[in-house]
């Protein structure tokens, strides 16, 4: 499955238009599903898909061959394929916006511990 790379792609979106990714470079995750009496392989990058296995590798493998034909229908279409994240740059910035008393309790909290406020919440989210 060939797919050119064109080099505007949209960041906000993390996708381009064109590009040559093959189904191992997504991110999956498997888990059980009682409800299905299955095991359920998703894809991060394609939140709408998933597939049933009797087996955490035969979920994976059928999801992967559903990745692929949908990166095949997605080339074909000329329609924009995601980026996989492991393919994306991460800055290691972030703003984030919060409530007003949220931003007021956690600077007063870096305060009281005497460390910045940035060093506060990365320790709170590495948690």
Partial sequence: MAV?????MARRDNICKEKAYKPDQYSYT???SED???FVARVAEFPSLAAHGSSQQKAL??????????????????????????KRHFSG?????MAKDLHRR???????????????????LQR
Avoid: F, H, M
């Fill in 93 to 97: 910035r972030l703003n984030l916006r």
């Fill in 4 to 8: 050119v790379e064109r080099t505007n």
């Fill in 36 to 38: 299905d009496g299955a």
């Fill in 61 to 86: 493998s059928e999801i992967g061959g559903v990745v692929a034909d949908v990166l095949e229908d997605l080339a074909a279409e000329g329609d924009p394929i995601p980026v996989p994240v492991g």
């Fill in 106 to 124: 956690l600077a007063l909290e870096s305060e009281l511990q005497g460390v910045s406020l940035n060093t506060l919440i990365n320790s709170k």
């Fill in 30 to 32: 498997v888990t059980w």
